[in-house]
Every structure is written in C-alpha cells, then in structure tokens.
C-alpha cells in the first residue's frame, strides 16, 4: 500500500525508467529547445536532493523552493518529499517591478514558514546572494542550487520514515481576501486528491493506453496548487507523461498553448477562464487552420468564476479546429481541500442554469450560471447558513462546507484560523467541515458556485453579489474585458454603502471613456435598481488578481480610496 507519491515514483522508476515523465518547452515552442526527464532520471535526482537534505539533518523541517519554470522544480519538489521535508513553494524574485512584491512575500513566507534551508535554480541563488543587504534572514538559511548536487549523492539516501499524517508542503493560498497562510497538506491529502482528480477526470488505465501515457500539457504556474497538484503531481501518481511551459510564455502568446495541445494530444489540460479568453483574443484564421483540438478531452475551468459566455464563444471559436463542447469541463477547488473538491462529467457538456426569469439578467443566455460539476468519490458538500450552522435546501444560496480524506490539516501555526475555518460543525451532521469562504448552491447534486462570503455587498438591506454588478458592467459595451471588473461598495455617508465598479477598458475605445461609463450606470441601475457612485475605467492588466486570476476586490477597493488606480484619461473636449 503507498504511502506516499514517493513510492509511486519509486514504482514507476523500476516498472518503466525510460519513460519521459516530464517534457519541458524551453521558449514555450514546440519546435524550440525542449528539455525531457524520463521517470528513472526523475528518481535519481529526486533521491539526490532528498540524501543532501537528510546528510544535513533536514528531515522534518521547512524548505523554500524558488525556481524558475522549468523541470528542476520537479526534482527540488519531490526530493523534499523524499527526505521527509516540508516544502514550501514559493515565487522566486525576478525583474525590479516583481522585486519589491516578490521580496516582501518571500520574507513574509520565509518566517512565517521558519524555512531553514532555500532550494533553487543557480540564477535564483546567486540573485539571493546579491540581495543579502535586504534579506538578512538570508544569513542563518543554507541556500543551495539543486543542479550543483552531484547524482551520485542519491546513493545514501534513505526511505523517509512517512505516515498518512505527516505533513508533505505547504502550500502558501494566494490570499484574495487576506494575507497569506500555509496550509499544511499531508502526504494522505496528497493521495486522496491525486484519486478524486483520476476519477473525476477519467484518467483511467483505458484511457492513459489510449492517448499513449501522453495525459497533460501544462503552462499553469507550479507554485499555485492548480498547476502542482493537477498537472503535475497526477503525472508522478499515474505514471503518465506531461508537456510543461512556462506561465510567461503563455502570457505573451496565448497560442502556443493550443499549437502545444495540437502537436502532443493529450488528454487533459485547462487554466482558469481568464485563459480560455486570452486564447479567445488571438484566435486569428492563421492560428485556427493550424490547429486539431480532436483529441482534446478534459479541458478543465477553475480558479475564478466560469462564465457562460467564454464556454459559448470557445466552443464556436475553435469548433472549427475540431473543439468539442464535451470537452469544457468546470471545476471546484481550493488549497485548503489540497485542490479538486468537484468536477464535471468528462463526456457532458457544462451545465447551464438561465439566469432567473424576474432577475437583472433575464433571458440573457451570457447571464446564465455554470455548474462546477459533482464531489469526487469520498467528498461531501453542503451548503450551510453558516450563522446556524444549519444545511440548506437545494436551490438555496449559502456557503459551501467540504468534508472529506482531501481536507488539509489546518493552516500552518495558525491554531484560530484553523479552528474557524477547518473546525465547522453542522446541526445534524457527524463530523468537522471546512468552511470554503465560498458562496454557492446546489442542484441536483451538482455545485453552482456564486462567489465570495467576504465580498458580499448589502447595500439598502438587499443582497448584491459583486459578480452579478461586474457581469451587467461588462456586458454593456465591447470594450469592456471579461474578468478584469471590480465592484465593490463604500460608505457613501448619509446615503449608506454605495456601490463603486472599477473596470479595465480596451485602448481601442480611448475616446469613448464618457459612453461607456454612462451605459455601466444605466445598465447597473436597470438591472439591479442600484444608483452607482463611482465608475472608474483603468488600463488593462492593472486590476489586482491573485496568482490564480480572481480578482482581488479588497485590494481594488483600497487602491481607489487611496488614488492609486491607473486611471484611463478622458480625452479633452475640444
């Protein structure tokens, strides 16, 4: 019986050496450098790592791991966990803007973690060793470049001692509402998710013969539990192969995703919906003739809300290369629950349910809610009042409780937090839940995921959830980004909380600033009956996001009280 991913590796390394684990496109390219390790070298190395760590007296401590994308992660990853360290992924500091965020983020997980050794790419430790002067933690921590251990160091390691219980990383949540924590993922999370994923997404001994062993490709970054524990922990868990680039390079040309997806075929890959839009924004005729999507099965949405609208205009977009409505595939999860707690079905299309018939979005097929699939084998989801701590009905709105194998230990030194969050009890009901923080309902067992708890806007004694505010925005003039609207309420005095919508324009539309704030009024106003008090339109890519693409409405909120939005200029009238 496995106890661990450890032994996973070890079973594919004997079973099948020479098989490529991971391949790993240098510039993002198919036919650029690509960089491949088979399962026996990613043992090797992984065992290399693990004897440096154990040598040292490591084993039960925190390592930080910065890397830049590419496959030496992997190896740093998984020799932690062949050591019986903790890991701690983290995002290595890079280029002056980056460095001021990147720094204080990094100083914030170092402590907060207590690390006591760095792991990292040559480039990444030099560059720390050049940042002493404000990194003087840096003085009591080993930092060391892991292609500098030489591979035969992998011949003393020994099997770490690992239960169910033990803690396997931490993995640091991207804070949308607040500051970072670790959650502490065990080595039997870790394994009951990387199940729940294989059956949810029908990677199934069938299927992996099918498509050859050839399973993912993945440009999802590996710090975020997304890109870790989808792509490329399920590849080590099934013994498959996996195609990875850098998040970098899919951000500069979004069509290298799908060029990637057309030349190796795999099974599943996805991103958050912000992606599939991205990839919606370059889909020139040039791009489409190029392409066969065929074979393409389970392309995952998640992170951020999925939205009607992306699901409709992808499939019509790139039906034409062979696309398969099927194979959308909406998702929930979270770090606290080690990742997947539902997924849809892999041969159905997305579940749409319209938009209600008295509601703001009346019979607009865009407005209409998109269900995030079923719990895998072994979840439960409720939907509670969590005041009452009472479960709802179906159909009703509340937050969404997980319980379950996958449901991490707690947050990392945080007893309260842990407490509150991981420690919920419902009336009637055996056992602790964890409360998501998510608002949702559900629907003939499937969840319908509606927004955040902390975003909640009551504004006149109503109920307003800011995604409905920023969908009626951003469907009110072309110009208008899908996904890059906040909205957000202030104390407006005397008139109470008011709403404020901040959104991302298309320089396209430089002269029309003045238009489209008047339709975001009108079009608010008509569909909630809400007055709004401030609409500011800002130049793409200035909305604060997490890591995962969710929009950070706390942080847009702070930034407009404190003037520090870039603003698009309203052209003078001549």
Not at 8 to 19: E, G, K, Y
Not at 126 to 144: F, K, N, Q, R, S
Not at 220 to 227: E, K, N
């Amino acid at each position: 019986m496995a106890r661990s991913l450890v032994d996973f590796l070890t079973t594919h390394a004997s079973q099948h050496p020479d098989r490529t684990a991971y391949r790993y496109l240098v510039t993002g390219d198919c036919d650029g450098e690509i960089r491949d390790i088979s399962y026996g070298r990613l043992a090797g190395r992984s065992r290399a790592v693990a004897a440096w760590l154990q040598e040292r007296g490591l084993a039960g401590s925190r390592a930080m791991l910065l890397y830049p994308p590419g496959l030496e992660f992997i190896c740093g990853y998984l020799g932690c966990l062949s050591a019986g360290v903790v890991a701690v992924p983290g995002v290595p500091p890079q280029g002056r803007s980056q460095n001021h965020r990147a720094l204080t983020r990094m100083k914030r997980l170092i402590a907060d973690a207590d690390a006591k050794v760095i792991l990292g790419g040559r480039e990444v430790i030099a560059a720390l060793g050049a940042m002493a002067e404000h990194l003087p933690e840096l003085a009591e921590i080993t930092c060391v470049a892991t292609e500098d251990i030489p591979d035969d160091a992998a011949g003393s390691w020994r099997e770490p001692d690992l239960a169910a219980d033990s803690v396997a990383f931490l993995q640091y949540t991207s804070g949308s509402t607040s500051a970072p924590r670790g959650v502490m993922v065990t080595h039997g999370n870790l394994l009951d998710n990387e199940r729940v994923i294989t059956e949810r997404m029908g990677h199934t001994p069938e299927t992996i013969a099918e498509y050859d062993h050839e399973l993912f490709v993945s440009w999802l970054p590996v710090y975020h539990d997304m890109g870790l524990i989808g792509p490329v922990l399920n590849t080590v868990y099934l013994g498959v192969t996996a195609t990875l680039f850098s998040p970098l390079h899919f951000l500069q040309k979004p069509g290298r995703w799908l060029t990637a997806l057309s030349r190796y075929r795999p099974h599943t890959s996805g991103g958050p919906n912000f992606a599939y839009e991205l990839c919606l924004k370059h889909a020139t005729p040039d791009l489409l003739d190029g392409l066969d999507l065929s074979r393409w099965k389970v392309a995952f949405n998640g992170a951020e809300p999925v939205r009607a609208a992306t699901v409709r205009r992808f499939t019509e977009t790139f039906g034409a290369a062979g696309f398969r409505r099927e194979a959308l595939y909406p998702c929930y999860g979270l770090a606290e629950a080690t990742l997947m707690v539902t997924g849809s079905s892999v041969e159905a299309p997305p579940t749409l349910v319209e938009a209600a018939a008295t509601g703001p979005h009346a019979g607009a097929e865009d407005a209409a809610a998109v269900g995030s699939g079923r719990p895998g084998p072994g979840m439960t989801v409720v939907i509670a009042d969590p005041e009452l701590q009472e479960e709802l009905p179906d159909g009703e709105v509340g937050e969404i409780w997980v319980g379950g194998a996958s449901v991490a230990k707690g947050y990392w030194r945080n007893t309260l937090a842990t407490r509150e969050t991981f420690r919920a009890a419902l009336k009637g009901r055996e056992g602790r839940f964890l409360r998501t923080g998510d608002l949702g309902f559900l629907r003939d067992g499937e969840l319908f995921v509606t927004g955040r708890l902390k975003d909640l806007m009551v504004i006149d004694g109503r109920n307003h959830y800011p995604q409905d505010l920023e969908l009626s925005a951003e469907m009110s003039h072309w110009a208008l980004r899908p996904g890059c609207t906040a909205a957000f309420s202030v104390d407006g005095g005397a008139e109470g909380e008011q709403p404020v919508i901040v959104a991302e324009t298309d320089p396209e539309a430089a002269g029309e600033s003045e238009k489209i704030t008047d339709l975001i009024r009108s079009a608010i106003g008509e569909a909630h009956g809400l007055s709004v008090r401030d609409v500011v339109l800002v130049h793409p890519g200035t909305i604060p996001k997490t890591s995962s693409g969710k929009i950070q409405r706390g942080a847009s909120r702070t930034a407009y009280l404190n003037g520090a939005l870039s603003v698009v200029e309203t052209p003078a009238m001549g």
